[in-house]
């Protein structure tokens, strides 16, 4: 047996992360585009989680990895720092993606003659009052939907930036965590937004599974694999359990379409099964999936350097620029399936939004190997720094 490694040992890369990652941004795309039929088939048809949990939890695997060599290098004052600036550029992001995505769906309803999409995507108070939407937007207050998933990570960063010296007693670190998640779930501790009822994905909530992710990103790989070994039983049972998710979930979304109805015990259950406030259930949901995937797919597995798989490692190492992305075409996937149908329309949107998503993680990766090459300006490499 491997022994563990020792005190100067850090965590590497694991290419599975990226590639998990990168799977879960184009999920985000496919359920982001209405009409999409490829939507059944993700992950939250089959359990209590979709594809923002995963995205959550492997931003604090990553971030921990990151950040964590940072301290240790040069101390929390540099660490800090330099998520400070990653705050910086995903807020930056935001914004941009904000005006983008306000022009895109307002000149749409506009020639499209189609009101309800300012609506349905929330956009119709910046209709009615667009400068102090645009104010509360730059406050993080207004945040339309599809748009509330980055100002939920800068916040979560933010808080992971003031409790960063603890990732070296990470029994603190999960503690202060699960001790902030449980009073929220029970006060609704959360932060204002503009159209009132707060923001859809509660930063304090979600900053366990983030905290999670940091612990695990920090965790010697041979030391967790003893922890948490393989078992065949507990997988057969998580095997059935996720069997059994699924059928539930379809019965209830999809089963009035096919002639059953579920019951009505049944459907109140997973009407209660929140997502705002990241449920128990869906906590508990993907740290199952993943033990599962982490054992079923090896560290070093060959297959992930293989083209297709190698294209969602790439996207997934460049994930700020395809999720914007992902945002602006999923809408222009969505007009394409509502001025076309069948089975045609759907597979073209599919594999041309894939294309590009892939082709913007080929060119933003390309953009920041040739910034890395550049004359450097006397400022310290971002060496780490999660995408």
């Known amino acids: 047996m491997t022994p563990p490694p020792g005190p100067a040992a850090r965590p590497t890369r694991d290419i599975r992360v ?5 799977l879960a941004l184009w999920f985000i795309f496919i359920t982001h585009t209405p ?7 993700t992950l939250r048809n089959v359990a209590f989680c979709d594809a923002t949990e995963v995205f959550v939890l492997l931003a604090g695997y990553a971030a921990g990895i990151a950040y964590g060599r940072v301290l240790e290098r040069d101390g929390w004052m540099a ?4 998520l400070v600036g990653r705050m910086g550029t995903l807020y930056v992001a935001h914004i941009f993606l904000f005006v983008v995505f306000a022009a895109q769906v307002g000149f749409s309803a506009a020639a499209l003659n189609q009101a309800a999409y300012l609506d349905e995507l929330h956009l119709d108070p910046f209709g009615q009052e667009p400068y102090r939407a645009l104010l509360e937007a730059l406050l993080l207050r207004y945040q339309p939907a599809f748009l509330d998933i980055l100002p939920l990570y800068i916040v979560v960063m933010g808080l992971f930036a003031l409790a960063l010296p603890l990732i070296r007693r990470p029994a603190w670190l999960l503690g202060l965590s699960v ?21 859809f994905f509660n930063p304090f909530a ?3 599974l983030f905290a999670i992710g940091v612990v695990l990103g920090r965790a010697d790989p041979v030391a967790l694999v003893r922890r948490f070994p393989w078992n065949r039983a507990v997988a057969v049972l998580a095997g059935l359990l996720l069997l059994a998710c699924a059928v539930a ?7 009035p379409w096919l002639g059953l109805a579920a019951p009505e015990w049944l459907a109140g259950a997973i009407a209660t099964v929140d997502k705002a406030g990241l449920h128990p259930a869906r906590l508990a949901s993907v740290l199952l999936l993943g033990w599962l995937v982490a054992h079923l797919i090896p560290r070093q597995a060959a297959w992930l350097n293989h083209p297709l798989p190698a294209a969602f490692v790439n996207m997934g190492q460049q994930g700020l620029a395809v999720f914007c992305a992902g945002i602006f075409l999923s809408f222009l996937g969505r007009l394409a399936l509502e001025t ?16 590009a998503l892939i082709a913007v993680a080929v060119v933003s990766a390309w953009y920041g190997g040739e910034s890395k090459r550049k004359p450097q300006t006397g400022l310290p490499p971002a060496h780490g720094v999660v995408s």
């Open 18 to 22: 990226d590639f998990l990652r990168g």
């Open 35 to 41: 009409g999409n039929l490829l939507a059944h088939a």
């Open 79 to 82: 660490a800090g720092a330099r």
């Open 179 to 199: 001790a902030l998640y449980a009073v929220t779930r029970a006060s609704g501790l959360t932060l204002p937004s503009w159209t009132g009822g707060g923001w």
């Open 206 to 208: 979600w900053q366990l």
């Open 249 to 255: 979930l379809n019965m209830v979304w999809h089963g």
């Open 340 to 355: 076309e149908s069948g089975a045609l329309a759907q597979l073209l949107v599919n594999a041309l939004g894939l294309a």
